[in-house]
């Protein structure tokens, strides 16, 4: 089994600007190698065959193209091999029912990462500024570059890293991922985890999540599919009950279904890719016990189906990527006060928590998820203390706290909903692109 964990990068401006000069140069090979690979006619082998031809004519490339001396070799394979990769994700596009044009050069927004492969890194764990670590990366333009890391969680060793994937976000952020094969990874200990790396969410009716962090992530708009379901479904009802056209049509009907289906559950393994990634451990609100004590008529209820479907999900992405997701006792999340923990009544269409006891005021989800944390935390046994949570401080000061924060999200999606000043930052569905990251979808081609 292989498992990610993803890390936040700091280089400084000469190390940020030979990683963005790899990116770009790798990129420009990547259309080169497309354009070569293009040219060979599809009987003469299968995907592999053909692209590792284009791949084998690196080292004559690196005559005249000097550039490409200064790239570490497996990054330079790397690359020309992701055609075959993309053409594969392609594929299963395809097969998911998507509709997808051919492979497609890429502008410098679109290619966004490139990959050492078993050697030309070296990760020192200490010796960093600030007591972060070292990823030390051979001929990144030509040098040895030492660039500052934050290690939130420990790693297994070297030998069993098999890749390192430098990515820039939209932000202008730079992460790393490290692909390392493992069984079963364990956990971290109790003792070990810093409240800092974990997160509290609650599930909401307006937003699909909104988490402790104050990110909101709106449900997936699938507005185009229902009108599109509609319309088969009119078509359906006028043809004859089990004529061959009724069949077909019946058909259509189910694949929009199906489609629709997938792309909800696309969506939830990205986020629970996202979080089991990003946190040592989850938090989320027990939905067996929540079910027994809403409302039948409430709009919860409607939306619960797909609330367990994504429990389950982030349970197995959970064990996947060594995150502990654990379930709390919902009562009350709402209506207490996660600063003092007196709680108020309200209503759900009141959206601001005010609370009269001590003066807290927060968005009314991003209250709630606070105070999934909080339980979550003492359910796990971390140590923190509940009344002044170090999140709660940063939360008076919220702006600040944005500015300087350490995931793509927060910086580059602060819109916020009504302007208040405790407003959160809300994430639409849609930009839940790519596993590993929450991070803006920009205005991308439907390929990949
Ligand atoms: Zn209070």
Not at 188 to 200: A, F
Request: proline content about 4%.
């Amino acid at each position: 089994m292989n498992y990610s964990p993803r890390f936040r990068l700091f280089p400084n401006t000469e190390q940020r600007e030979a990683m963005d000069w790899q990116r770009n140069t790798v990129r420009q090979l990547y259309n080169h190698a497309l354009n070569e690979f293009n040219q060979i006619p599809e009987d003469e082998g299968t995907l592999r065959q053909r692209v590792w031809m284009v791949r084998d004519t690196l080292p004559a490339l690196k005559d005249w193209w000097t550039d490409l001396n200064q790239i570490y070799s497996t990054v330079l394979q790397k690359a020309v091999e992701r055609i075959r990769d993309n053409i594969n994700n392609l594929g299963k596009l395809k097969a998911k029912g998507y509709d997808v044009r051919s492979l497609n050069w890429k502008s410098p927004r679109e290619f966004r990462s490139f990959t050492y492969r078993q050697s030309g890194f070296e990760l020192d764990k200490k010796s960093g500024p600030n007591g972060r670590g070292l990823l030390v990366l051979k001929k990144l333009k030509g040098e040895t570059r030492e660039i500052p890391i934050r290690l939130h969680r420990d790693l297994p060793d070297h030998e069993k890293v098999k890749e390192v994937t430098l990515k820039k976000e939209p932000t202008g952020a730079w992460y790393v991922s490290f692909c390392i094969e493992t069984r079963t990874p364990e956990k971290p200990s109790v003792e070990d985890i810093d409240p800092d790396d974990t997160v509290g969410l609650d599930l909401g009716v307006l937003n699909f999540v909104h988490d402790s962090e104050g990110r909101s992530v709106g449900r997936f708009d699938l507005s185009d599919e229902r009108e599109r379901l509609e319309r088969e479904q009119r078509s359906l009802s006028r043809k004859d009950y089990e004529s061959n056209n009724w069949e077909k049509q019946r058909r259509s009907v189910a694949e929009v279904h199906a489609r629709m289906s997938n792309k909800k559950r696309d969506f939830k393994h990205k986020l629970a890719h996202f979080y089991t990634t990003e946190y040592d451990a989850v938090f989320v609100e027990n939905l067996n016990v929540k079910g027994m004590l809403e409302n039948p008529q409430n709009a919860r209820n409607k939306a619960e189906v797909g609330w367990r479907d994504f429990i389950t999900i982030l349970e197995h992405h959970g064990k996947k990527n060594a995150c502990h997701v654990v379930q709390v006792n919902p009562r009350g999340t709402t209506k207490e006060c996660a600063s003092c923990g007196v709680e108020t009544q309200k209503p759900l269409w009141i959206r601001e928590h005010s609370c009269l006891t001590c003066g807290f005021e927060l968005d009314r989800d991003w209250n709630a998820a606070l105070n999934v944390l909080s339980r979550g935390l003492s359910k796990l046994g971390v140590v923190h203390s509940e009344a002044t949570s170090p999140e709660i401080e940063d939360f008076w000061c919220a702006n600040e706290s944005r500015s300087d924060s350490s995931t793509p999200v927060e910086t580059a999606t602060a819109v916020s909903t009504d302007g208040g000043e405790y407003s959160s930052i809300v994430v639409d569905a849609s930009r839940v692109t790519e596993a590993g990251s929450l991070a803006l979808k920009e205005a991308a081609p439907a390929a990949e």
